[in-house]
């Protein structure tokens, strides 16, 4: 075999070339590796202190504890370290207790199982409840292996140490190695609903100036809705995520002018208010068409002027990348002239309905009145998300 083909089957080579490739990762991809290199890094210095330095008789319980600790935030590494340390805690002490006066048969087994089971169900544990019962059973066989009852107490002490070594170890990596700054996905968040609210508007927009759509077409606009509704709470999830990260975090001393995560919010709020009056428009167009003659193509073009204008504001939000770079940087004057642009679509319309030969707009059999009321209420979201974006920079500055 070749120098060349060594290195290709190489462990060693493997591990450098990923090393090599994690800057050129994107998104996920590149989350994946680095929590996959915080975690063996972890792991491995948590080893090292319990079997080389402690030299615990049980060093495996501190890599595991390590590894439960790389958690997605410095947050919930604190978080799940305190459960993890208190549901261990009660499974040792619990097990020590039950060898130390009951014995080490299978039914004493199966008592320290059932307790520590029933111990690990208690709501403030949350997701480490099982915790419980993996030290216990780890601590009962251990404790089967010791020839003197007397080494109870030391041993179970040690164990704990141990967990409380690898927990640390664990929080340690997260916290000083990289620890992770959730903004870049709740940036492409709001983007991503907001591509998703441009292109349905400017569907809904260009249909309208060709004229009245039929019913099958705004009920495919409404299923839309639904499903831009969904990723509106994922959107939200992602929010939560991004403001959690920026608990407990070193990385927020050098991100200061980017930590806008509760104007994130505010404009996802926006954002989901606007999906539910598109949703509305589209039930009105379907309905009308349904029950009344079709509007006239003049008036549905103006509809479809002020729907194709509100989807030019959508397009700022979607095209902003500045949430993603060293500052914060939203694009206030571009929105504020699409926001304008809609003011006027709206007052063309509103006047135009208005007007002594216009629509009735109090017909329910057509979709005036609603166009107009949703009309009203997308332009005061698209002024809330003006005033949020203007505000933020005000604070950045």
């Given at each position: 075999m070749?120098?060349?083909?060594?290195?290709?089957?190489?462990?060693?080579?493997?591990?450098?070339?990923l090393?090599r490739?994690?800057?050129?990762?994107?998104?996920?991809?590149?989350?994946?590796?680095?929590?996959?290199?915080?975690?063996?890094?972890?792991?491995?210095?948590?080893?090292?202190?319990?079997?080389?330095?402690?030299?615990?008789?049980?060093?495996?319980?501190?890599?595991?504890?390590?590894?439960?600790m790389?958690?997605?935030?410095?947050?919930?590494?604190?978080?799940?370290?305190?459960?993890?340390?208190?549901?261990?805690?009660?499974?040792?002490?619990?097990?020590?207790?039950?060898?130390?006066?009951?014995?080490?048969g299978?039914?004493?087994?199966?008592?320290?199982?059932?307790?520590?089971?029933?111990?690990?169900?208690?709501?403030?544990?949350?997701?480490?409840?099982?915790?419980?019962?993996?030290?216990?059973?780890?601590?009962?066989?251990?404790?089967?292996?010791?020839?003197?009852?007397?080494?109870?107490?030391?041993?179970?002490?040690?164990?704990?140490?141990?967990?409380?070594?690898?927990?640390?170890?664990?929080?340690?990596?997260?916290?000083?190695?990289?620890?992770?700054?959730?903004?870049?996905?709740?940036?492409?968040?709001?983007?991503?609903?907001?591509?998703?609210?441009?292109r349905?508007?400017?569907?809904?927009?260009?249909?309208?100036?060709?004229?009245?759509?039929?019913?099958?077409?705004?009920?495919?606009?409404?299923?839309?809705?639904e499903?831009?509704?969904?990723?509106?709470?994922?959107?939200?999830?992602?929010?939560?995520?991004?403001?959690e990260?920026?608990?407990?975090?070193?990385?927020?001393?050098?991100?200061?002018?980017?930590?806008?995560?509760h104007?994130?919010?505010?404009?996802?709020?926006?954002?989901?208010?606007?999906?539910?009056q598109?949703?509305?428009?589209?039930?009105?167009?379907?309905?009308?068409?349904?029950?009344?003659?079709?509007?006239?193509?003049?008036?549905?073009?103006?509809?479809?002027?002020?729907?194709?204008?509100?989807?030019?504001?959508?397009?700022?939000?979607?095209d902003?990348?500045?949430?993603?770079?060293?500052?914060?940087?939203?694009?206030?004057?571009?929105?504020?002239?699409?926001?304008?642009?809609?003011?006027?679509?709206?007052?063309?319309?509103?006047?135009?309905?208005?007007?002594?030969?216009?629509?009735?707009?109090?017909?329910?059999?057509?979709?005036?009145?609603?166009?107009?009321?949703?009309?009203?209420?997308?332009?005061?979201?698209?002024?809330?998300?003006?005033?949020?974006?203007?505000?933020?920079?005000?604070?950045?500055?």
């Open positions: 070749d120098r060349d083909t060594e290195e290709s089957v190489s462990p060693t080579a493997g591990v450098r070339r090393l490739r994690i800057p050129a990762f994107g998104g996920r991809g590149r989350e994946t590796a680095v929590l996959l290199l915080k975690a063996t890094l972890a792991t491995t210095l948590a080893w090292i202190l319990a079997h080389h330095v402690i030299g615990a008789a049980s060093p495996a319980f501190a890599p595991f504890a390590a590894l439960m790389v958690e997605i935030t410095v947050y919930r590494s604190l978080l799940r370290s305190l459960r993890m340390v208190g549901a261990v805690l009660l499974g040792i002490a619990l097990t020590t207790v039950l060898v130390a006066f009951v014995g080490l299978p039914v004493d087994f199966a008592l320290a199982a059932l307790l520590a089971l029933a111990i690990g169900r208690w709501r403030r544990l949350g997701d480490q409840g099982t915790q419980v019962g993996t030290a216990a059973f780890f601590a009962f066989a251990v404790f089967s292996g010791l020839n003197d009852t007397g080494e109870l107490l030391g041993q179970a002490v040690e164990i704990f140490v141990v967990v409380l070594v690898g927990s640390a170890t664990g929080v340690t990596v997260n916290l000083l190695l990289l620890p992770p700054l959730r903004l870049r996905g709740v940036a492409r968040a709001v983007t991503s609903l907001a591509g998703g609210l441009r349905l508007c400017e569907d809904i927009g260009e249909t309208l100036r060709e004229g009245h759509p039929d019913r099958d077409t705004a009920e495919e606009w409404r299923s839309r809705t499903e831009l509704a969904r990723i509106a709470r994922q959107a939200r999830e992602t929010s939560g995520v991004a403001w990260s920026t608990f407990y975090n070193p990385r927020r001393l050098f991100h200061r002018d980017r930590l806008h995560v104007d994130h919010d505010r404009l996802i709020d926006s954002l989901e208010r606007a999906i539910h598109i949703a509305s428009v589209a039930r009105s167009l379907a309905r009308g068409r349904e029950e009344a003659p079709s509007p006239t193509p003049a008036m549905t073009a103006r509809c479809g002027d002020l729907i194709l204008a509100v989807a030019g504001a959508w397009r700022v939000l979607e902003w990348r500045g949430s993603e770079g060293p500052t914060w940087d939203p694009p206030v004057e571009r929105f504020h002239e699409a926001v304008e642009r809609v003011d006027r679509c709206e007052r063309e319309l509103e006047e135009a309905c208005r007007a002594p030969d216009g629509p009735p707009v109090d017909d329910p059999g057509l979709p005036y009145g609603a166009l107009l009321l949703e009309a009203s209420r997308l332009n005061d979201e698209l002024d809330h998300v003006d005033e949020v974006l203007r505000a933020s920079v005000g604070r950045s500055r």
